[in-house]
């Protein structure tokens, strides 16, 4: 399995574009996660899925965010639109029962 | 809510030498699990160890073990022998038992392993 795969690996985005991260889960997962990593906040969870269908938004900071997952092997997260204060590494991960927690190489986001 | 608390930003080992990282929570839950992940420069999120809050053994994989307190809300990774690959960012997370599957994490140690 390559394990979670997210795209871009880097992002450079000028302020007030829209910004589109992709992930793709191990297949067989039901539940995906987007962590945002910055030097101030540490790793934040923004959004789960199970199956799906999203469980907890309590993290996604402000309306600019969204995300979707339209099936089981394909998320995305969305900013639109992009400020300076979102620049941080983007992290996707997948869980199932047996195996825990895969997190993909995450995607890094810099906005100017 | 749960808080993580990671209190050394940094640490350093020589080579071959033993080091301990230090983590502490708080929650009012009895069931949970425990993790140390480490973070390369790679970015790469690698589980070391995970620890269940209702075994009383300490979790170990090869050269690292932990030493869980559970009633001191202590999670701490003991790092033996230690290998150049092992100089990375170290974060503690913690999830609740039952069906929320969120992690949430400390600041993370940074760990520097001297030749």
């Known amino acids: 399995d390559a394990g979670v ?3 871009p690996r880097h992002e450079v985005t000028e302020m007030g574009q829209e910004v ?3 992930c793709k889960p191990i297949s067989g997962h039901d539940y995906l996660f987007w962590y945002r990593q910055t030097m101030m906040r540490g790793l934040e969870l923004l959004i789960y899925f199970n199956n799906n269908v ?3 938004d309590s993290g996604m900071p402000e309306d600019r965010f969204s995300a979707k997952m339209p099936n089981a092997s394909f998320s995305t997260l969305k900013i639109q639109p992009s400020e300076p204060r979102d620049s941080a590494v983007y992290f996707c991960a997948s869980r199932d029962r047996a195996y825990g ?9 810099t906005v100017v | 809510a749960q808080t993580v ?3 050394q930003p940094e640490m350093s080992v020589q080579e071959a030498e033993t080091v301990t990282l230090s983590c502490t929570y708080d929650t009012s839950e009895s069931d949970y699990y425990l993790f140390w992940y480490k973070q390369p420069p ?6 070391v160890i995970r620890q269940e809050a209702y075994k009383q053994q300490n979790a170990t994989e090869n050269r690292f073990s932990v030493n869980f307190q559970k009633a001191a809300k202590s999670f701490s990774l003991k790092i033996s022998d230690s290998q150049l690959g092992d100089a990375a960012m170290y974060f503690c997370a913690y ?11 400390g600041k993370g140690t940074l760990l ?3 030749p």
Do not use: A
């Open chain 2, 95 to 105: 999830r609740s038992g039952g069906s929320n599957y969120k992690l949430t994490f």
């Open chain 2, 5 to 7: 608390t990671q209190s």
């Open chain 1, 5 to 7: 795969i997210q795209s």
């Open chain 2, 42 to 47: 790679s970015r790469q999120m690698i589980l």
């Open chain 1, 101 to 109: 927690y895969t997190f993909g190489s995450g995607t890094r986001l």
């Open chain 2, 112 to 114: 520097t392993v001297n």
């Open chain 1, 54 to 56: 999203p469980i907890d």
């Open chain 1, 20 to 22: 589109t991260l992709r």
